[in-house]
T-cell receptor
C-alpha cells in the first residue's frame, strides 16, 4: 500500500457520460498529480495541484477538469466521454512542488467507456 | 521539446542474469531522472533516482548510469529474479515536480 488511495478501482460507463475519479494523497503530501495511461500513449501527465491551487497543466483535454479540496483530496472529472478515454488514471502525490520530487502513485482507476 | 524515450519495448532475460534497460532523453538541461517499476495491476513504484551531477548511483541490486554527453541513462538490475518482471519507466523531473515518462520497457524473467 503506497498510501495514495484512488476510487473507484474499476469503472464502466457509456459514451457521452460523465465520471468522477477520486484521490486521497499520502498523509503529509500537499501536491497531487493526475496521469493517464493508455496502451499507445504510455503515462501522460494531465494536471498538478499544490495545496488546493493548480500548479501545472499537461495534456489534459477541455472535457476533463480537476480540483483539490481543502482536505487535500483531489477529484478528476471526465465528461462527454469517448471510447478513446478508456485508460488507467493514476493519481500521485508528493510532499511539495519543489524542483526535485519523488512521486508516490496510487493503484489507479481503470475506466472503460463502451 | 519534452521527450524521454526507451530503446526497446521488451526485454527477456534468464533468471540470475543481469538486466540492462536503456533510456534516452532529449533535453540537455534535464538534471534529475527517476526510474519507476510498474507491476501488472499496480501503480508505478519508485526504484532509484539520479541527479545530473552524478554519473552513477547504486541501490540494492540496481544501478543507474547517466551519460550526459549522449543524453542516455540506463538501469542495471543484478541477478534478475522473477519478481523483477514488470514494466520499467524512466522519467524526467520537470520544474514544479511533474514527471515526464518514457514509453516503458517490459522486462520478462525466464526461470
Amino acid at each position: 500500500d503506497s498510501g495514495v488511495t484512488q476510487t473507484p478501482k474499476h469503472l464502466i460507463t457509456a459514451t457521452g457520460q460523465r465520471v468522477t475519479l477520486r484521490c486521497s494523497p499520502r498523509s503529509g503530501d500537499l501536491s497531487v498529480y493526475w496521469y493517464q495511461q493508455s496502451l499507445d500513449q504510455g503515462l501522460q501527465f494531465l494536471i498538478q495541484y499544490y495545496n488546493g491551487e493548480e500548479r501545472a497543466k499537461g495534456n489534459i483535454l477541455e472535457r476533463f477538469s480537476a480540483q483539490q479540496f481543502p482536505d487535500l483530496h483531489s477529484e478528476l472529472n471526465l465528461s462527454s466521454l469517448e471510447l478513446g478515454d478508456s485508460a488507467l488514471y493514476f493519481c500521485a502525490s508528493s510532499v511539495g512542488s519543489q524542483r526535485i520530487n519523488v512521486l508516490t502513485f496510487g493503484a489507479g482507476s481503470r475506466l472503460t467507456v463502451l | 521539446g519534452e521527450s524521454v524515450g526507451l530503446h526497446l519495448p521488451t526485454l527477456s532475460v534468464q533468471e540470475g542474469d543481469n538486466s540492462i534497460i536503456n533510456c534516452a532523453y532529449s533535453n540537455s538541461a534535464s538534471d534529475y531522472f527517476i526510474w519507476y517499476k510498474q507491476e501488472s495491476g499496480k501503480g508505478p513504484q519508485f526504484i532509484i533516482d539520479i541527479r545530473s551531477n552524478m554519473d552513477k548511483r547504486q541501490g540494492q541490486r540496481v544501478t543507474v548510469l547517466l551519460n550526459k554527453t549522449v543524453k542516455h541513462l540506463s538501469l542495471q538490475i543484478a541477478a534478475t529474479q522473477p519478481g523483477d518482471s514488470a514494466v520499467y519507466f524512466c522519467a524526467e523531473n520537470k520544474p514544479g515536480g511533474k514527471l515526464i515518462f518514457g514509453q516503458g520497457t517490459e522486462l520478462s524473467v525466464k526461470p
